[in-house]
Structures are given as C-alpha cells and as structure tokens.
C-alpha cells in the first residue's frame, strides 16, 4: 500500500487521489467480504457514503448496531471472510460493545470500525467528560474485547491500521478489531494502491516428544473418547477429524461450539455433553479412561463445577491454539498448543486402530433407555425435544440453525441431529440474547440455501425489529420462536433456588402477539403450532416458502425444563 497524502484543494483526478472513506471502501471491496452491516450516523456517514458509490460492497441497513455486530458474526462463521460491521460515535459505538464481545469469546474475526468526531472536538483533558457531541472513548471501553483497538491519528495511520487489523483478527486464535476513525480524517485526500500483504501463517508443527507421548497414551488407553469443540471449525479441519476418527475407531462427544464440526450420523458419535448435556454423552465422559480434547475451553458449562469428579479415573490430553486455556481451569497429562488441523494431520500419521464397539454400544444402550424426550415431564402439551427433534427433519435441507440463547438453545443442541455439512451457531462464551435473527441476517447473506433461527419469547424481543430486516432484503430465513411465556431457562434457576418465585421471568413478563408482529413486518408465510399432531402441518408450508422468510410459533409448555442439569445449587450461570 502506497501513500501520499495532499492537502484539500489540489486536483484530485490528475493525482488519482480520492478521500481515506474512498480507501476505505475499496480496501473492504478487495477483500471480498459477503457485505458491511451498519446503522448510520453522522460519524461513519462519509465511510459509508464511499462504500454505496463504489458499489462493490453489499451494504446490509441493521435497525441496531448490536444487530450489526451480531450479523458481520454470523457472516464471517459461514464465509470464513472477516465480516464489517459499522455504527456511529458515541451510541452507535457502545452498541456495538455486545457483539464485540461475543465474537472475541467466541474467537471469530470480525473488523469493527467506529466513526469518531472531528480531532478538534476530542477531548484534551481526560478528567473534562465529555468535548464533543457524541465524543466517546470507545477504544478504550473495547481493549479488554478485542484483540488489539486502533486509535489512528492520521489518514496514513488509518490504511496502516486496516492492514494490520484485517491480518490480526484472522491469525493464531482469531476474534475482533476495532479501528476508530475521526470523521475529519475519513475527509482526508489520499493515495491508495492495491496491498499485496495478507495473513501470515503463524502455525507450528508438533514436536517429536509430544507425538510420541500422544501414541503412548493412546495405546495405554481403553477407553479413549474425543471431546470436541468449537476450535475445529475454526480451523477448518472438520473434514480432516472425520477422517481421523474413521482410521483410528475413537468415539467422540461435542461442546455446544463443536456440534457443528462432526457427523452427528455416525455411530462413533455419544452425543452433546455438559451441563445440560445427554445423560448419554456425559456417561461416556465418566467412563473413557483418555480424554483427548480439541479446541475446547472446558469451561464449567461442560465440566461441572466439581472439577476433580471430571478429571476422575481418565487421563486428559488437550489441544489448543491458545496457551492461555491450556493453562487454564482443567489440567492435563499432556497439553498441546497447536491448530486442531496441525495436530489432526500429526495424528493421522500415526498407526493406530481401536476397536470400540462394546464402550460404543454400552452408551448407545443408555441412549436407548433414556431418550431426550423422555426427560421432560410425561404430560405436557408440547414437548420442547420433540419439537427440536422435529424440526432437525423439517429442515433437513437447510444450510444451518443459528439458536438464541435460554432453554430452547439447550432443547436444540440435545435434540436436533445435523446433517453432515450443516451450521449450528450460537452465542457461546457470552450466551448474548438476542443473537439468533441478527446473526441468520450474516450467515443467510453470506451463504447460500435456507437458514433457521431458533429463538425463545425472550430472546425474540431484544432482536425484533430486524425482522423487518429479514422482510427488506428477503432473506431465506425461518424464523421458528419457542414460546413458553417466560424467560425460561432464569424461570428453572429461581425454581431450583428462590423457592419457586419467578420475579421478572414469569411474574411481570408478558409477549406481543407473535403472529400479529410477523404480519406487521410483512411475513407471508406463518404457522403457530400448539399441539404435537399439528408439527407435520408444517411441511407443506416450508416447501411453499422454500426461498422466503418464514415464522412459525411453535407454544411449548412452561412446566419443560432444560434437563438433565449437573448443577452446584446457586452457583451455575444461567
Ligand atoms: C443479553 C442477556 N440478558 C440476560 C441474559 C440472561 N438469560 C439467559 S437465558 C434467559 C432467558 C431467555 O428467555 P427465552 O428467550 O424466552 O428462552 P427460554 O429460556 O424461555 O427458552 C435470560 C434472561 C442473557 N443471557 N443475555
Ligand atoms: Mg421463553
């Protein structure tokens, strides 16, 4: 990237300069990202405005900014390109803290660039609040969420930036940047030549000591299980694990990150474990004598508060890019820090073949005995697994589920088997409500088919008006809202500690007419499903709506809980 930088006045065309917003829009055009969300403002208006002209950049209009975020997310999961999302100085920027957040826990690499008033009007004295109107120092509200924050100063130090951030937020462990940018610099008239720097390989390979103490607990092994999560889609090696497991006979259980990097079609696979898990997956926990975890934080969502009953009787082998969680809560016998496809490839090599079948057909038993379903109360109305079940098979074809935050999220990841290939995203290490619509408006823009987005009463209300998104830009999206008539998964916590008081989660908590609002927003296709017989009505339905939005309501019983849960009574996050 070449630069020179001139003073307003001079002849532009003869200089082929044009503004930094002009820059800025062609650098985001190079880099083929599926499109930029944003909400405007007087403060991005002109980067914005470059982006429009230039026409090379679908620009995606989200009613919040924290919708934004959430959508360059799920654009960014399903393209593997980092997504763009923008607001405006002062609120525009501190609705974008929430997605922020979600992506850096979540480590998906997204660029998040901030309009900021004129340099004259910033503040000089850090004790003055506030200068300008909407002044707000959003980088530094963003240090601890983000892999690095930019502040520039100049036009130059804004490309110098965009560079090194577009390169940052995808390398080692991946997760978000954010480049503030004044509006009088984004005025600035530069000089702008294509870039040919892109992502360094920062990957390492795996040293001779560790591949050889990975074969020797392998082969001490009975009962070795793999623990997957959400690192092996982030590095690509789905394919790669499949194959692993097919040479080597290993069973393996999933995260709620990792549900989307296996076959859930296979009869090595035990199921999604944690504390919401299946009784079966978390049996099989307790019974492998070697644990080999890749890509998994083991936060205590999946081990359990007790973090020795976890740890008994099995060694564990963990493995990932980041040191930091391989020094973290859980301990092991033997800690890798590498790319789950480095490490996959390393072990593909060597020569080894398990046979499994008694351990595999001794949960497959349990599976039998304990089906998912049958955890729930036997009379209720609606069954919340069922309806999960159910709609794995409606939407067969569909390119993904993208699940909001609650019990329904359980209900999902315990209920609906994926097709091999098919998405499952969701807000994980920050558990956002509200994340499912806005983040199916990114995967749907980014990828091709129909998308699902399964969210719960609550969740809906903090994303609803991007149903008009759904509607404005036609998006193939059904929206399939499990309606319980509270904040659920809170309602279960008070239950099991507050005696039963519901304050705010049932008591005082109250919904829109969901099909009405559907009809507002200019839904065609809409179907409220209230009894089990009605589920198959819906068929006919989703064929007729194949490439537009849909909403369906399905009116779960209250009495549903997520189960089983593990839980330390009053200690767990809900
Ligand atoms: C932004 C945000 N606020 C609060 C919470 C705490 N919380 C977790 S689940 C939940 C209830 C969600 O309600 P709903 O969407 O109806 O899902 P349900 O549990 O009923 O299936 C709440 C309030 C959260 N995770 N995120
Ligand atoms: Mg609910």
Known sequence: MQLLLTRQGVDLQKLKCTTLADCIAQFIAEKNTPAVFQLSGGMIAFIIDAIGRLGKTQIINTRHEQAAGFAAEGSARISRIPGFAMGTSGPGATNLLTPIASSYFDSIPVVYITGQVNQKELRTNLNQRQNGFQELDICEMAKSITKKVYKPESAAEVLVALNEGWILCQEGRQGPVLIDIPINLQQDFVKYELSSVSARSIKSKISASEISEFRDLLSSSKRPLLLIGGGVRLSNATELLSRFISKSGIPYVSTLLGLDSISHVNENYLGFIGSYG??????????????????????????????????????????????????????????????????????????????????????????????????????????????????????????????????????AAQSIQLKDGQRFLTSGGLGAMGFAIPASIGAATAGNGRWVAISGDGCLQLSSAELQTIVQYNLPIAICVINNGQHGMVAQFQEENMDGRLTGTRDGFSNPDFQELAKAYGFNKISKITRVEDLMSLKQLVNDGKNEPIFLEFVVDPRAKALPKMSVRGEEAT
């Not at 307790?286 to 060694?315: M, N, P, W």
């Not at 079940?389 to 329904?408: A, K, N, R, T």
């Open 278 to 411: 299946n009784r079966w997956a978390n049996s099989a926990v307790k019974q492998s004598d070697l644990l080999i975890v890749i890509g998994s934080r083991l936060d205590v969502r999946q081990t359990g508060k007790d973090i020795s009953k976890f740890k008994s009787g099995k060694k564990i082998i963990r493995i990932d890019i980041d040191e930091h969680e391989l020094s973290g809560r859980i301990s092991s016998d033997l800690s890798i820090k590498l790319d789950a496809s480095e490490f996959l490839q390393a072990a593909m090599e060597i020569d080894y073949k398990i046979d499994s079948s008694s351990y595999i057909s001794r949960i497959q038993e349990l599976k039998k005995k304990n089906p998912q379903e049958l955890e729930q109360p036997s009379n209720l109305i609606l069954n919340p697994n069922i309806v999960m079940e159910y709609l794995g098979e409606l939407f067969y074809e569909s390119s993904g589920f993208i699940i909001d935050v609650g019990q329904h999220q359980m209900w």
